[in-house]
């Protein structure tokens, strides 16, 4: 399998998840623990993460994949939602928690 057949089966597998640095108990960045945080914030405590530090393959290939060159990125139903700049705008405007509720709904 290829790294991005790899990233296209994780993010169609799991409803919402999140490649970051580190893991969602462990941050290794500002801007992934903010990415925790508002999933967080939403009510998903439970949910698909990637610890890009661990497999360079994935952390080159997740910015290629969604053509985002930085980290963390989320998606929520095998689409790309972005980094947690604009997860942040999302979660404020309300449109990122109606998202994710569809998401968990199925």
Not at 3 to 26: A, N, S, W
Not at 63 to 92: C, H, V
Request: glycine residues 8%; contains cysteine; negative net charge.
């Amino acid at each position: 399998m290829s790294v991005q057949d790899i990233i296209r089966e994780q993010v169609t597998t799991h409803p919402v998840v999140l490649y970051m640095k580190g893991t969602p108990q462990f941050p290794q960045c500002g801007f992934s623990a903010n990415a925790v945080a508002i999933l967080r914030a939403c009510g998903v405590e439970d949910f698909f993460s990637v610890n890009v530090l661990e497999d360079n393959a994935i952390r080159e290939g997740v910015k290629q994949y969604a053509n985002w060159p930085t980290i963390p990125q989320l998606y929520i139903n095998g689409q790309f939602i972005g980094g947690s700049d604009i997860m942040r705008e999302m979660y404020q405007s309300g449109e990122l928690q109606k998202l994710l509720q569809a998401a968990l709904a199925h």
